[in-house]
């Protein structure tokens, strides 16, 4: 099987996104409102910024499990 190539400007809208949503979340909203549906660029960047807030989203969950847990050893 082949695998797909991924075309340079999309990788690196997908990290400017992830990092614009990581640093200027204001400034990515602010960029991302010219969306151009059709634009690859701006497409990857999308993508980055959903992925950062994935994965922020795991951390708190991971946070609030390891505090639940702390809590629970502490009453026991």
Request: no cysteine.
């Amino acid at each position: 099987m082949e695998e797909e190539q991924i075309s340079p400007l999309y990788i690196k809208g997908f990290n400017d996104g992830y990092i614009l949503q990581q640093h200027e979340p204001e400034l990515l909203s602010a960029v991302l409102k010219s969306d151009n549906p059709a634009n690859e660029f701006l497409k990857a960047v999308k993508a980055g910024q959903k992925q950062y807030q994935e994965e922020k989203s795991l951390e708190a969950i991971r946070a609030r499990k390891e505090q639940s847990k702390h809590k629970g050893l502490e009453h026991g």
